[in-house]
């Protein structure tokens, strides 16, 4: 797992695909803690990324920069930008996604409700379109809650599953994870509260290599 930064309160990483966030054997805090040398450290999730998504994730390396780091989460100060690569094109060159979301634990599926109702919670994310090719599109997406599944349920509700994500109906295809990317993150340094941000490029592999660079030249713009 690679590192980006690290000092004796915070770690950043890169996700990999299919690992779990959580602290269990094989999540990201077991494989931080080997990569900083393993033994008994301590190393708490703060926020997370499903088992299919890779990409920028921040962890805690103490209680206590995990509860300030969890508390700029709540607060809606921590920010969270995404890429995706959906099947099919927006009808909107960008634009803001609201629906009430619901959550089936036995299929363990997000589902857009009708109306509120309970464990009914409110979900909005915007987005931009940066390309489109082959009947797949690149957007950059901001979220501004953290559902379970938000993002993969709200687009796939729009007939715009991320490509591979068979779970909310999109093609079954041979790749890593999903086409979704924790590309950037920013918050405020649990000690010195020091404003703080990181961002990584996606994988090279498909679908990603259906829009080489573009995204580069978009943080450049």
Aim: hydrophobic content about 40%; glycine content about 10%.
């Amino acid at each position: 797992m690679e590192i980006l930064y690290q000092d004796n309160r915070i770690l950043v990483c890169l996700k990999p695909f299919g690992v779990v966030s959580t602290d269990e054997p094989g999540g990201v805090p077991e494989l931080a803690r080997q990569a900083l040398g393993g033994g008994v450290q301590c190393v708490r999730t703060v926020h997370r990324l499903d088992q299919v998504v890779g990409g920028v994730m921040v962890l805690a390396r103490s209680r206590a920069a995990a509860r300030l780091l969890s508390e700029q989460v709540a607060s809606h100060r921590f920010e969270k930008e995404y890429l995706a690569i959906l099947e099919g094109v927006p009808e909107n060159g960008e634009g803001e996604l609201r629906d009430l979301l619901g959550r089936d634990k036995a299929k363990k599926l997000t589902y857009v409700a009708d109306a509120p109702g309970k464990n009914v919670r409110e979900a909005v994310l915007r987005y931009r379109l940066l390309a489109s090719r082959d009947g797949f599109s690149l957007v950059k997406i901001r979220l501004l809650t953290g559902r379970t599944h938000q993002i993969r349920c709200q687009f796939a509700s729009r007939g715009l599953p991320l490509a591979g994500d068979c779970k909310y109906g999109a093609q079954r295809r041979e790749m890593e994870g999903i086409g979704l990317w924790s590309h950037s993150i920013a918050f405020h340094h649990p000690q010195t509260e020091e404003p703080m941000s990181f961002q990584a490029p996606p994988p090279q592999n498909w679908p990603w290599t259906l829009f080489p660079a573009l995204w580069t030249e978009e943080e450049r713009a």
